[in-house]
Nanobody
Framework: QVLLVESGGGLVQAGGSLRLSCAAS????????MGWFRQAPGKEREFVAG????????YYADSVKGRFTISRDNAKNTVYLQMNSLKPEDTAVFYC????????????????WGQGTQVTVSS
């Protein structure tokens, strides 16, 4: 069974940075387009960023463009989300997901999910 495990979340002040990591339990990240989603209390899960299998293409939600950077290291079976200039509205549980269509913003097109990591940004 494929498992995705997120780490790196925590509490940070507005303007600060965090780096999330998503590790796969076996060699699956290299076979999938990967994405990061987030879900705030009372809100729907929303797309944050995506990356193709080869890292040749990256995709971002408008709300994070210029502040967040997604990357992957297939040799380490790990995907990263570098988050800079964090805002209180970025507070959410962040999820890593694997799917077939790179950059898809629909959570329904992702087959594999992690358990999530909490990111809290204080004002």
């Amino acid at each position: 069974q494929v498992l995705l495990v997120e780490s790196g979340g925590g509490l940070v002040q507005a303007g600060g940075s965090l780096r999330l990591s998503c590790a796969a339990s076996r060699r699956t990240i290299s076979n999938n387009a990967m994405g990061w989603f987030r879900q705030a209390p009372g809100k729907e899960r929303e797309f944050v960023a995506g990356i193709s299998r080869s890292s040749g293409s990256t995709y971002y939600a408008d709300s994070v463009k210029g502040r967040f950077t997604i990357s992957r290291d297939n040799a380490k079976n790990t995907v990263y989300l570098q988050m800079n200039s964090l805002k209180p509205e970025d507070t959410a549980v962040f999820y890593c997901a694997g799917g077939r269509r790179p950059g898809s913003s629909s959570w329904r097109e992702y087959d594999v999910w992690g358990q999530g990591t909490q990111v809290t940004v204080s004002s």
